[in-house]
């Protein structure tokens, strides 16, 4: 995933993949790389060690991408991404992008995934990244959320928002970065504010 702070950290990660396993399948999304179609042909060029670009929200297409790469099956019918076949070089696009559903997604916190690497790991961790909504109704040309398909902003239920705070304070998780693409845009931020309040009690 990369935006402008770990761009060129994650391109070279990638490089150095690519010469080690040659064989891995590499996808690349986030708000910095290209997505534009006169932008896409170039990218590929410059980095030909990447296989697939997400073009939008990369859940789906990230474990669909893994699937079809086990089963060895075309990437083509993947909504959201952009691929360059190997063989041919030949740049090709998936289906139109499918904007997710937020209640839809499975929470790391509440699914165990965090579970036992937490409990490990708790004093190398300064905070977590949070997200309760997606979206933005606006378009504001410093922001990526301008640009994306996905700005009605689509929200997580508030029953599994307050599960998710009661993890947050039953971890003592000191920090936490929300990632909503405009926190406080809605009266319900307000009740998830005091659940976060009252947790910190």
């Known amino acids: 995933s990369c935006s402008l ?56 297409a990230f474990v669909s991408a893994l699937k079809y790469h086990d089963e060895r099956k075309s990437f083509s019918d993947i909504p959201g991404i952009v691929f360059r076949e190997r063989e041919t070089g030949r740049v090709r696009y998936g289906l139109p992008e499918e904007i997710l559903n937020m209640p839809d997604l499975p929470s790391p916190f509440l699914d165990g995934t965090f579970d036992e690497f937490y409990q490990k790991y708790h004093n ?27 700005r009605k902003i689509r929200y997580n239920s508030l029953e599994q928002i307050a599960q998710e705070v009661e993890w947050i304070g039953k ?10 693409a405009n926190f406080g845009i809605h009266q319900r931020d307000v009740e998830i504010a005091k659940m976060l309040a009252q947790c910190k009690k």
């Open 171 to 180: 971890n003592q998780v000191r920090y936490v970065a929300m990632t909503d």
């Open 5 to 60: 702070w770990n761009m060129n950290l994650a391109l070279a990660t990638a490089y150095e993949v690519r010469k080690r396993f040659p064989d891995a399948l590499i996808m690349a999304g986030g708000p910095s790389i290209a997505k534009d179609p006169d932008l896409v042909e170039p990218f590929f060029q410059g980095h030909p060690y990447v296989d697939i670009i997400v073009t939008g929200e990369g859940e789906e």
């Open 124 to 150: 190398k961790f300064s905070g977590i990244i949070w997200e309760t909504n997606r979206g933005c109704p606006f378009t504001c040309t410093f922001c990526t959320w301008g640009n994306y398909k996905s």
